[in-house]
């Protein structure tokens, strides 16, 4: 009994408990916008919607290495219970995005034409909307990095509802009063919007009434240099191999079937989102407990089970009960279709999900040499794409095929370097 109540008290568990409430009500809030999107548009505009959406998610490679950066430096002042050092690097961190976000937003208006072509888009208006929220994402790094350093779950699963509710308010309305895309779009826009604002005043309102303290900006940035450019890199794989599938399915395939895909991939990946509480939590213990010195196996074992166990779980409701969890996500008939895919897909997910939590133990603490494996599989997946795919199983397949060997090759990648 004392054991059980000891773990319970694991951070892992106690963190990953509050993020997993978080994330449950907030995955409850985005199903109930995305069901009312899934029936009010069509299932090409639901596509189209999709690979827009999986097209901002790839930026999340910016996102989550700027945020995972900023996690571990605000873990490490944590640890050390430094507070007088977070308000300096919140400041430079600000500077720091301020740039890049600027830098994203010229880039990608240059690129407006390339883009519209290989997505099949004929109304720019849509690219622009996701641009800018893009480059709101980029800025949000900061707070939310603060927020995970310090290991705040319960305000992260607070606010992050905030979002879901918005779409609902601003996105559903406005397609219910007949601007499609458009409408649902902006909605995703405010949705990342308005939370970023607040934090910016909250945290700008707290620092504004302590003192400065004298720090090494040189030795910061130097540091941030050193570790941030390998891990954008290492961030930028795993990121690249979970929101490609929607964008090359768009591109390669007719607008009906990329749209049923995506309803595919969005009931599948909701056993990664139901697991990825784990993984948020994980990162910056990870980073705490390397700071302590203290050991890192049995924290990597025991989100390994977790992981393993809930996604078994419903990998096997999604075998037996297919047409069940297709009436709870997507009950529209030309949604039944994707039946027979739902099994093959969850054990993919079920890879997938341990594949990022290897990853992510890796860049907490600091070994970013990881992303020679991660961009070297993304590349080998566009190029099975492109070969194999003839049907949605084959997709299916390379997805499968490839996170079994990332999983592998990170094995080996631990194995040899566990000493150093």
Do not use: C
């Amino acid at each position: 009994m004392n054991k059980v109540l000891v773990l319970a008290k694991h951070p892992l568990i106690s963190g990953s408990t509050i993020m997993l409430v978080g994330s449950f009500i907030a995955s409850i809030l985005n199903y109930i916008s995305n069901l009312i999107m899934g029936r009010l548009l069509s299932i090409e505009d639901y596509g189209l919607l999709i690979s827009l959406t999986s097209f901002v998610m790839l930026f999340g490679t910016i996102n989550n290495s700027l945020s995972h950066i900023f996690t571990r430096f605000f873990a490490t002042h944590a640890a050390r219970e430094d507070s007088s050092g977070i308000k300096p690097i919140f400041l430079i961190g600000f500077k720091l995005v301020l740039i890049l976000s600027i830098v994203i937003l010229l880039t990608l208006s240059f690129l407006t034409n390339f883009i519209a072509n290989f997505l099949n888009i004929n109304n720019n208006v849509y690219l622009f909307i996701m641009y800018i929220s893009i480059v709101v994402a980029v800025v949000a790094t900061l707070p939310s990095g603060l927020l995970q350093g310090k290991m705040k779950f319960y305000l992260i699963s607070i606010t992050g509802v905030f979002p879901p509710i918005i779409k609902i308010l601003f996105g559903v309305t406005l397609v219910i009063l007949g601007y499609g895309v458009f409408g649902a779009l902006i909605g995703f826009l405010l949705a990342v919007l308005i939370p970023t604002v607040i934090f910016y005043i909250y945290f700008m309102g707290l620092f504004k009434s302590q003192k400065t303290k004298i720090f090494n900006k040189i030795k910061f940035l130097k540091e941030l240099k050193s570790y941030g450019f390998t891990f954008v890199f290492a961030s930028a794989g795993i990121t690249f191999l979970s929101n490609t599938d929607v964008i090359f399915v768009r591109n390669l395939f007719d607008p009906l079937i990329a749209g049923q895909y995506a309803a595919l991939s969005l009931m599948g990946k909701a056993i990664f989102y139901v697991t990825s509480p784990i993984s948020f939590v994980f990162f910056p213990l990870i980073a705490y407990k390397k700071e302590k010195k203290e050991k890192l196996v049995g924290t990597i074992l025991l989100a390994a089970i977790t992981i393993i166990l809930a996604s078994v779980t419903l990998s096997f409701v999604y075998f037996m009960f297919p047409r069940a969890v297709l009436s709870i996500f997507f009950p529209g008939e030309g949604y039944k279709v994707l039946a027979p895919y739902l099994g093959p897909f969850s054990l993919y997910i079920l890879l997938f999900s341990l594949v990022y939590l290897l990853n992510n133990f890796f860049l907490s603490i600091g070994r970013t040499g990881v992303y020679k494996i991660t961009l070297v599989a993304f590349l080998l997946q566009i190029a099975l794409f492109y070969i194999f795919h003839r049907s949605l199983f084959q997709i299916i397949g390379v997805l499968f095929i490839m996170s079994f060997f990332i999983l592998i090759a990170l094995l080996i990648y631990y194995w040899k370097t566990r000493d150093k």
